[in-house]
Nanobody
Framework: QVRLVESGGDSVQSGGSLRLSCVVS????????MGWFRQVPRKLREVVAT???????NYAGSVKGRFTISQDNAKNTLYLQMYSLTPEDTAMYYC??????????????????WGQGTQVTVSS
């Protein structure tokens, strides 16, 4: 079993930055993909960025160049560094993980493990 606990969400002004963290416990060595997803009310959950255990990263087009996903294996922690935040980035951000290597990196249905979410609010 894998447990994910996010932190770091906050309210910031447009143009600001935040760093989200996700601590992984349980059986982190079995995980291949880890990622950040976000969701606003009445909309589908969407991928923000993912990283594999090999260190390969993928980003949604809307955040490319502004967000950076990284992981510290010694600390079993996943990070999402966010710069140049806009009100459109306002959402609940979720950490996710999966063991499955096959399938799209962006398909949230393939992720087995989820954190409880951390809220990011960006005001103009």
């Amino acid at each position: 079993q894998v447990r994910l606990v996010e932190s770091g969400g906050d309210s910031v002004q447009s143009g600001g930055s935040l760093r989200l963290s996700c601590v992984v416990s349980g059986d982190p060595k079995s995980i291949y993909y880890m990622g950040w997803f976000r969701q606003v009310p009445r909309k589908l959950r969407e991928v923000v960025a993912t990283i594999t255990s090999d260190g390969y990263t993928n980003y949604a087009g809307s955040v490319k160049g502004r967000f950076t996903i990284s992981q510290d294996n010694a600390k079993n922690t996943l990070y999402l560094q966010m710069y140049s935040l806009t009100p459109e980035d306002t959402a609940m951000y979720y950490c996710a993980a999966r063991k499955l290597r096959a399938g799209s990196w962006s398909d949230y249905g393939l992720y087995n493990y989820w954190g409880q979410g951390t809220q990011v609010t960006v005001s103009s």
